[in-house]
């Protein structure tokens, strides 16, 4: 492993301060957010990813890697940041959401009830 892999793992394993910068490979898509915003939702999966118990996987960047699909990643980045659903139009794309933020421990039907019907998403934002 180079030094500088290395180095970025054991920043990443000892845990990341709330107001650093943690950057993500989510299925080949780049994104950034503070460790705070990631760590929103008590108990998910980026809470334990960060808590430095379980090791990571980083790309050839340095980024922490996750073998999950992107475009419901970006709904579910938001809602961290934001506290609220803008949830696509397309039907496909809600529902994977809806398992991507299972995938990930943040209760849709918790975090908004009122945007759930029958597991499906009867409030929608167009993007």
Same mark, same amino acid.
């Given at each position: 492993m180079s030094t500088k892999k290395h180095e970025l *793992?054991? $920043?990443?394993?000892?845990?990341i301060e709330g107001g650093e910068v943690v950057d993500l490979n989510v299925g080949g898509a780049k994104f950034s957010a503070r460790?705070?915003? *990631?760590? $929103?939702?008590?108990?998910s999966f980026f809470s334990n990813l960060l808590s430095g118990r379980y090791p990571l996987q980083l790309d050839s960047k340095g980024r922490i890697f996750i073998d999950r699909p992107p475009k419901p990643f970006e709904v579910i980045l938001d809602f961290l940041r934001t506290g609220k659903w803008y949830l696509p139009e397309s039907p496909q794309l809600r529902k994977m959401v809806i398992d991507e933020a299972d995938f990930y421990g943040i209760d849709i039907k918790t975090s908004a009830p009122d945007m759930i019907d029958d597991c499906m998403v009867v409030w929608v934002v167009q993007r």
């Open positions: *793992l054991q $920043r990443h394993s000892s845990g460790r705070s915003t *990631l760590t $929103r939702v008590d108990d």
